[in-house]
């Protein structure tokens, strides 16, 4: 196999593994905030620390 | 309270529970008894070659077979929660540790007398090197396989999944004890090497592993 | 026998105790305080917050928010060895006999004498000499030698989570008078359960919780008469 | 904190695809490996951020033990998680380096074979995490941690002298010892860039901790206040 081809699945292989974990930390936090936002709306009356 | 007291006291108490159900040490005789068959049969050894991988072989039976023994002792003080008797009690946390690893330390002795003679009967093993060797290696490996594997049983009961939970936590970080066991009795049964550096290796292992289970077991056992 | 009164000091403060369980409030703001020498029988519904209230004051849980007082110390830890604590599981091992497994409690106390244990287990109504191991015990002995591991010690303050369940009427009651007599002695007992008509005659007071608080607090007045007859029926 | 991660996520990224660039093309081409050894810019930075980060967890566990404070155990959560991630990568480009140089996609010399066990180690971390539910989490997976952080030096101790017959294989100190300057230079530039990323991702995850925190007391909160009668 030409040696290339290793250095080519060596980056996208890191590229995939950090932008995939980047984009699941984000959407795991836009998640949590609109599940905030929602608990906030629904219990307006009561008061949140 | 004394730490030592309360340490013989219960040491004293889970000997006698053992002596009345010997459920652990059952299981444990039976299932090394299993890994030695089976691997008879997967590798169909030679004398000569039987000698090299007896090594392994033993230490894997019994690093399996003290996982079933590390989680019937706690097992015992799950029944009927008994447990939080002890931790309303002023009794030092520690001395539940020392008393359980004792008692698990002794259970594993007991186990690999008990083995020893198999293997040397299905494996034709013979030892090249001097056999007190043998003894220091087992006695330390023993103490390494059981000091973190009662605390992380310990630590596993406070999780869901606790059968499941101890392997994982107890295995990688055995690794290097298991290599140093593995290695140094391979040294001895083929003559071929010195041991020294794995019985010393061996003996941090235990130092250092025992002092962080005795730091940390009280926050362990407290967990809620 | 002398009565201790109600302003004795108090035994027991909660400042604004709150208990989570992920997102389940178990406590929710529980401010009290209980004077010394007088048997509480807590009542409520199941998920009321009975037990966890009791586990966290035995040490056995930490509170999510507020604190307390024990014996007038700040944390479980000092004042361990003048708590009892009994548990809604029966806290003895199976495979030992009742005074093996008394021997080897009294021993986490400090205490090396068989006269604890003995003394213990005749005063629940237990013979001292029986060889059978617990998981042969029936379940009102089995709660008898539970309450018997509890009181070892001579604690000042007893904490009691459902003494009497699964237990027939006549060993509830029995069990009920020993308390009273506990009580006399100047301990402070705490009674959780359900079955609150087997304290009669023994209660000094009532807590009733709902849903993680304290929703009142009843006084009883004692019958003395009933009392008393109730403590000489054994 | 919103606008915080909304610049510095592009930033980041873009500081990744220009070092990749250096990397790829502007790196002089390595004599005997020949271009292979483009691997080694994104390889040993990973490993780097993967041992700073498990250090971090360390840290942050055993002042977590200490203090208890909810802060410290957000910090070992994430940096354990993101150090997984980097170990991965460290594991993955390794062996895809190895095959075209060595010949063989893994050997158990030392260092791979430690790096392997320490992922070992933090994976078992994380499922710990996972499994131990309720209050009790934080303290247990804190004193695993402080297990794991004092394995490693016994793990690499035991694995060097149980191959010591093999020659280390790996780069640095290698065959003309150190790097040409213009190598040297792309390395240090990819080094700063995924120390950015991994400090951009403890960061992130940590956030990500402490809002599901935020979350469940005020959860919580509403359960305490709300539902009241």
Known sequence: MNPITFLKAAYIVAWVVYLGYLGRILLRMKRVEEEMKELQHNGSHSSRQ | ?224 | MIGIAPSSPPVIVLENLVKFFGRFAAIRGISASFAGGRLYVILGDNGAGKSTLLRIVAGLMEPSQGSFTLLGAKTVHEVAHRVGYMGHAPLLYDELSGMENLRYFAGLYGLHDDVVGRHAMQMVGLDPELTRRVGQYSQGMRQRLSLARAVLHNPELMLLDEPFSNVDVRSARDMAAILGRVRDQGKTIFVVTHQAALMEGVADELVHMAEGQIVSRAEVVRDAAANAALRTAR | MKKLTLISVPITVALLAYTSYLALIVAPTEQTMGDVQRIFYYHVPSGWVAGLCFFINFVASALYLWKRSPASDALAAASAEVGVVFCAVLLITGPLWARPVWGIWWTWDARLTTTLVLWLIYVSYLVLRRFAAGGQTQVLAAAFAIFGFADVPIVYMSIRWFRTQHPSPVMGGGENSGLAPAMLHVFLINLVAFTVLGILFVWLRYQLQMQEQALESAHAQLALKGVSR
């Open chain 2, 1 to 224: 309270m004394s730490t030592l007291g309360v340490t013989g006291a219960s040491l004293v108490k889970d000997l006698r529970m053992e002596w009345r159900s010997k459920d652990a040490i059952n299981s444990m005789l039976f299932f090394s008894l299993l890994v030695v068959v089976i691997f008879s049969f997967a590798f169909n050894p030679t004398a000569e070659e039987s000698r090299r991988i007896a090594g392994g072989l033993i230490w894997v039976a019994f690093l399996f077979a003290a996982v079933v023994a590390l989680n019937q002792t706690w097992a015992r003080e799950l029944r009927n929660q008994v447990l939080d008797a002890y931790r309303v009690s002023p009794a030092p946390p520690n001395a539940l540790f020392l008393a359980k690893t004792v008692g698990n330390f002794l259970f594993v002795v007991v186990l690999e007398i008990l083995m020893a003679p198999l293997f040397v009967v299905f494996y034709e093993l013979r030892s090249v090197g001097p056999v007190w060797q043998l003894l220091v290696v087992a006695l330390l490996g023993t103490w390494a396989l059981v000091v973190n594997g009662t605390f992380f049983a310990g630590l596993s009961i406070r999780t869901r999944n606790r059968e499941i939970m101890l392997p994982l936590l107890l295995f990688p970080i055995t690794i290097p004890a298991l290599l140093a066991m593995v290695d140094a009795t391979t040294s001895v049964l083929t003559g071929e090497a010195s041991p020294d550096f794995w019985i010393k290796l061996l003996a941090v292992y235990d130092i250092v592993f025992t002092a962080l289970c005795l730091l940390l077991f009280e926050s362990v056992l407290n967990a809620e």
